[in-house]
């Protein structure tokens, strides 16, 4: 979520920002690739994430919404919509929890509203298309 919030912020290029964060931060190796295809992926979906946001983000407008709130939200689509390994539960809980650290109070409730509504939409695809 950092290394997003720092491409949003300052427009660094995603492997500057990537090498940034990991000259800061003690990252356990086995973390680091699995960090860097999560920041790829959402930087590539960038597009894709964004309109789904909009569409389940009633009254707010992408670029109304804090930095953090908007990354939180970009990373869990990222992760509902192209990780299927990993639970929806895990993702929408991890997300809640980013929410409530490093957002306002609210955060937490709005992330949450968002990502299950994505969730569902996901899931009713899945089911109707099986």
């Not at 690739?33 to 946001?53: H, P, R, T």
């Not at 299927?84 to 991890?94: F, H, L, M, T």
């Not at 929890?97 to 992330?111: C, I, Q």
């Amino acid at each position: 979520m950092q290394v997003l919030y720092q491409i949003d912020m300052t427009f660094t290029k995603t492997d500057e920002a990537f090498a940034s964060f990991c000259t800061h931060y003690e990252i356990i190796p086995e973390a680091i690739s699995y960090a860097e295809a999560l920041v790829a992926g959402v930087v590539e979906k960038k597009g894709e994430l964004d309109d789904l946001i909009r569409k389940f983000s009633q009254h707010w407008r992408l670029d109304r919404m804090s930095l953090v709130d908007r990354n939180i939200l970009r990373l869990g689509a990222f992760e509902l919509c192209y990780r299927p390994d990993i639970p929806a539960r895990v993702v929408i809980n991890e997300a809640i929890e980013l929410a409530k650290r490093y957002g306002t109070d609210d955060s937490g409730a709005f992330v949450n509203g968002i990502l299950d509504s994505i969730h569902l939409r996901q899931r009713n695809s899945t089911i109707q298309d099986g």
